[in-house]
């Protein structure tokens, strides 16, 4: 699985990213397909690639009208696959902060 470049991020300093806020992004897609992205709205948009991969390496318009084919049931598991792939993203970030501490003695 291709991981894509992971940025500590969330709102208020929080490092969370919760359901809200994926959907802002898509629904800011939906409405404006050539808005300015930050990192953060780029990387939502990067993880639509990895749930499907017709996704992948297409123009934010073919973005704007995937999302806006989906239906209610689609785009709440889509939010949820992306909430999960992030914690994911997460967990493994913080699993390496904690071992990048350590040394090796031998």
């Known amino acids: 699985m291709q991981w894509v ?10 490092s969370s990213f919760d359901e809200i806020s994926i959907v802002d992004v898509l629904t800011k897609l939906i409405f404006d397909a050539e808005s300015e992205l930050d990192e953060t709205e780029l990387l939502v948009v990067s993880l639509l690639g990895q749930i499907d991969a017709s996704m992948v390496n297409v123009s934010r ?12 049931d689609e785009m709440i598991r889509v939010v949820e696959q992306i909430k999960s792939l992030i914690e994911q993203q997460q967990e493994l970030i913080a699993a390496g902060k904690l071992t990048s501490g ?4 031998r």
Do not use: A, C, T
């Not at 470049?5 to 969330?10: A, H, L, Q, T, V």
């Not at 350590?102 to 003695?105: C, E, F």
């Open 61 to 72: 318009r073919d973005v704007s009208e995937y999302i806006r084919s989906m239906g209610v």
């Open 5 to 14: 470049r992971f940025m500590d991020f969330g709102i208020d300093g929080d």
């Open 102 to 105: 350590r040394s090796l003695h």
